[in-house]
């Protein structure tokens, strides 16, 4: 095993909640250095976008269509400022006590937004004349501009790439959420990653455009694109990833692409200082460590050959306008302990989380998928309370059947539809072990479900390297993003979960060793609404 690989394994052993010990934190909120709610480049001349406000179209079903019918959005400055506003933008100011807090279209782990987001595009109609690279800024739904960049390379840059292609980077400042979590917080910043890919692919969906992932280039790379390469100390922006965005089908065949052409971006004019977020801040040196270990090298990445279904579950429609769904989107506080879910419903949203070829938001990535759900279902009416296993990817039906509890049913329901791989495992009340295992929140009780993120875990890591432990948190960020937007559209409420005792999973489910790692938790159900705060609309301060 490399010397890389073993630190990332001993940063997740060591980051675990475990009963008789929470990973390692703060101890107690330092409200004295709570980080600045958004990063900002000084000097930086600033673009505003527009404000489209959502209509009926498109439909939230059709964006999630194989075969959308979606009409292509041209690309111009229209386009751009809703991909951003559908995606990355305020959608309300929350306020209490005197107190107010924006929301975003991305939910994030404690509110702390980790992830920065960038624009790399070419000359586009009503926007610039020339390429350049952009820091978003959500507060103002405005665009920074780092640096404008010759045409010859940004031609070199997309060369491989379709007509229109636009670039969207993200990076993370760690040290927004190891101030109140610590050291478990790396983790948190890539499942805010992986919330963020899912809300952009979803969004240039509804754009009639497809997003994928650029998955050769390195760190290096992307900090050098990004203009972020030369932060140094707690508060730098580690780069995440990038992705290519065009019209839906305009990619045939493989992605391809020559990053030589950043090696020239040093010399670049680039404007702007990073704001400070703290007045002081405390090293998580292992977040470091884990960071620098799963930096990803240049290389084309060879992951197993696995091709997703092209054809859809066959599931019920649900209703209502994709843009205002996503906007309405919040995490629940507290679940009412009452409500439950139609069956159809439920084989619906799990239809949605499972992979399908030209699918959003998972046919942006490549790698055959890795996490399988386990579900503690509650109150779905017409199905049995009790522990169900969802596989999204049949390969591992068996390997799982020899790994687990010998004492698992494997029952497929009666009314399951074709495609769904789901599995009754126990049927029994599951609630008050839900409740325990998610670090005692009563959420994951009083829903309809909740789930446990369950990852193929050592063999990824050990056949593609340690820089692939990050995906295995955006994979289950998606599959989050799309909970939460299936609860909303359910007329129900979502909310991720973080906070649980990993090792307490692996034990129900009679999984030893770390073939197998619980990453990430969520549970939908009926919301009880918090009536003391009051809502306000993102931008209705901003100068039209
Ligand atoms: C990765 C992740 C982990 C989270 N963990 C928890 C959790 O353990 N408990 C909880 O009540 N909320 C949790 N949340 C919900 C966040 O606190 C919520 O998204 C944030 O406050 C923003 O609110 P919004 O989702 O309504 O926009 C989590 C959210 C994410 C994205």
């Not at 709570?34 to 059709?62: H, K, N, T, V, W």
């Not at 040290?175 to 890919?197: F, N």
């Amino acid at each position: 095993m490399s010397s890389q690989l073993e630190t990332v394994i001993a940063y997740h052993e060591a980051t675990k909640h475990r009963f008789e010990k929470y990973a390692r934190g703060p101890g107690r909120m330092d409200w004295a250095t709570q980080p600045e709610a958004f990063r900002c480049y000084a000097g930086a001349p600033r673009i505003q976008l527009d404000i489209d406000p959502p209509g009926d179209d498109p439909s939230y079903d059709s964006v999630f269509s194989c075969n959308s019918e979606i009409a292509v959005a041209s690309l111009d400055s229209r386009s751009i400022s809703r991909l951003l506003y559908d995606s990355m933008a305020l959608s309300a100011w929350k306020s209490a006590d005197g107190v107010s807090w924006p929301l975003r279209i991305n939910p994030s782990s404690g509110n702390l937004h980790p992830t920065e987001c960038y624009l790399v595009c070419g000359a586009v109609a009503d926007l610039c004349t020339s390429p350049m690279i952009c820091h978003y800024a959500p507060k103002e739904h405005e665009l920074e501009v780092r640096v404008e960049i010759p045409c010859q390379i940004w031609e070199k840059l997309v060369k491989e790439l379709p007509d229109k292609t636009i670039l969207l980077g993200f990076t993370s400042i760690h040290w927004r959420e190891s101030w109140k979590y610590g050291e478990r917080a790396y983790r948190y910043c890539q499942l805010d990653v992986g919330h963020a890919l899912g809300a952009v692919a979803l969004a240039a969906a509804a754009l009639g455009w497809e997003a994928k992932l650029l998955d050769a280039p390195g760190s290096d790379q992307l900090g050098k694109l990004l203009g972020v390469d030369s932060q140094a100390g707690a508060e730098a922006e580690v780069p995440d990833c990038l992705l290519a965005i065009f019209p839906r089908g305009a990619m045939t065949g493989h992605l391809s692409h020559n990053f030589d052409i950043v090696e020239q971006f040093d010399g670049l004019p680039w404007q702007g200082i990073p704001n400070r977020l703290s007045s002081s801040n405390r090293d998580w040196e292992r977040i470091d460590q884990v960071a620098q270990a799963s930096r990803k090298p240049f290389l084309y990445p060879d992951y197993p050959l696995w091709e997703a279904p092209a054809d859809e579950v066959h599931v019920t429609a649900g209703s209502g306008s994709f843009r205002r769904i996503i906007r309405q989107r919040r995490s629940a506080v507290a679940m009412d302990g009452i409500s439950s879910m139609p069956l159809v419903t439920f084989y619906r949203l799990l239809a949605r989380t499972v992979a399908r070829s030209a699918m959003p938001p998972f046919n942006l990535v490549a790698w055959p998928p890795v996490i399988d759900l386990v579900l503690f279902v509650h109150r779905v009416d017409g199905l049995a309370p009790g522990l169900y296993l969802l596989l999204r990817n049949r390969e591992r039906l068996e390997e799982l059947r020899k790994s687990v509890d010998v004492e698992f049913l494997w029952q497929r329901p009666a009314s399951c539809p074709e495609g769904l791989d789901l599995y009754l495992l126990s049927a029994t009340d599951v609630g008050a072990v839900a409740m325990e295992i998610s670090c005692y929140q009563d959420i994951a009780a009083e829903g309809c479900f909740s789930i446990g993120m369950l990852a193929e875990f050592s063999r990824p890591l050990e056949n593609l390297g340690p820089w692939f432990y990050p995906r295995l948190f955006w994979e289950c960020g998606m599959i989050g993003q799309v909970l939460y937007l299936e609860a909303e559209a359910a007329g129900l409420r979502g909310t991720g979960i973080g906070c649980f005792f990993d090792d307490a999973l692996h034990g129900l489910l009679g999984l030893g060793g770390n073939c197998y790692q619980d990453l990430y938790h969520f549970t939908v159900g009926g919301a009880v609404e918090d009536k003391r705060l009051a809502t306000m609309p993102a931008y209705s301060m901003r100068p039209k």
